[in-house]
């Protein structure tokens, strides 16, 4: 399998826009700047909110997962990702994906939830690609 995504960019680093899409359409054209990249507020997309919603998509759908191979009937599973940058030394980069998740399933008890939370938080896919540090905060409701 292979997934696609595309981006395109004219101009300058800040006076520059750019474009993002996704191959299978769910994404349509998506405007992003420097701006909405680095700055607070700013129109448009960015590639860290996209990795941020990668990253809770594969979590929250791993987990449910999980849930079932423990014997748990999953009814809902909610999870908030939030890509956190940092510029040092004049480096941008994600120190920190923050995860918060909220689940209801038949049967399982908080300690259960939390634990089978930690072991999908370092077993998805998308958290197996990235190079960052997790934190989860996982309840059950």
Not at 7 to 21: C, D, N, P, R
Not at 64 to 85: D, I, K, N
């Amino acid at each position: 399998m292979k997934r696609k995504a595309s981006a395109v960019w004219t101009g300058t680093l800040k006076e520059g826009k750019g474009t993002l899409s996704t191959g299978s359409g769910a994404l349509s054209t998506q405007p992003y700047s420097f701006g909405s990249r680095f700055e607070e507020g700013k129109a448009g997309s960015n590639p860290e909110e996209l990795l941020a919603a990668a990253e809770a998509g594969c979590f929250t759908m791993a987990l449910g997962l999980a849930l079932s191979q423990a014997g748990y009937t999953p009814e809902e599973v909610r999870t908030e990702a939030t890509a956190e940058m940092k510029n040092e030394g004049g480096k941008w980069s994600i120190s920190t994906i923050h995860l918060v998740t909220r689940g209801r399933a038949q049967g399982v008890d908080q300690a259960e939830f939390q634990r089978l939370a930690e072991e999908t938080k370092q077993n998805c896919i998308v958290s197996r690609a990235l190079n960052v540090e997790f934190t989860l905060d996982a309840k059950l409701e």
